[in-house]
């Protein structure tokens, strides 16, 4: 018997069903938007922001575009 089972067995003797849940709700999946869609504007508004004060010597010296490469 390998590791998992015997796991499983002694969960079952401690009066536990063994259950693993793969759902997310509602807040969970706007909380991971939230996240994803915050990182992009924080790096496209740093990008524009250097683009509109420094011009084009300003984006090589941008560390946003090196994440990229």
């Not at 009066?15 to 509602?26: H, M, P, V």
């Not at 996240?35 to 420094?54: C, M």
């Amino acid at each position: 018997m390998t590791d998992a089972q015997d796991d499983g067995g002694s969960v079952e003797l401690g009066g536990y069903r063994q259950e693993l849940k793969r759902t997310l709700g509602s807040f969970q999946v706007f909380a991971i938007s939230f996240a994803f869609i915050s990182v992009a504007v924080g790096i496209f508004a740093t990008y524009d922001d250097v683009l509109l004060s420094a011009g084009p010597v300003g984006i090589s010296h941008c560390p946003a575009p090196r994440c990229w490469s």
